[in-house]
């Protein structure tokens, strides 16, 4: 069991850049895969980037190439998402997820989740 929480979203021109960060409870931390998801009004929520539980093997949806960053520091219990570039189309409720199974694209590999973060994107 892993408790998650995000934090770092907020209100951000066009061209900005943010840091989220998601804190995970429990000592077992390093054996989880994570992953960020996110969701759009009206929209599912959907694969943004994953990391392996050692951070050797990273995952991005294509939208984000080049402008979001995963990373993990597993002495701190904390993944994070760097995401630069920002354009409106970035705006949703960002999710945090963990899976002590290998690390995936989908969120049905995902069984824990953290309450969400919003980021907005103003034009």
């Known amino acids: 069991q892993v408790s998650l929480v995000e934090s770092g979203g907020g209100l951000v021109q066009a061209g900005g850049s943010l840091r989220l960060s998601c804190a995970a409870s429990g000592r077992t931390f390093s054996s989880y895969a994570m992953g960020w998801f996110r969701q759009a009004p009206g929209k599912e929520r959907d694969f943004v980037a994953a990391?392996?539980?050692?951070?050797?093997?990273?995952y991005y949806t294509d939208s984000v190439k080049g402008r979001f960053t995963i990373s993990r520091d597993n002495a701190k219990n904390t993944v994070f998402l760097q995401m630069n570039s920002l354009k409106p189309g970035d705006t949703a409720v960002y999710y945090c997820a963990a899976s002590d199974g290998a690390v995936g694209i989908t969120r049905w590999k995902y069984p824990y989740w953290g309450q969400g973060t919003q980021v907005t994107v103003s034009s």
């Open positions: 990391i392996s539980w050692s951070g050797g093997d990273t």
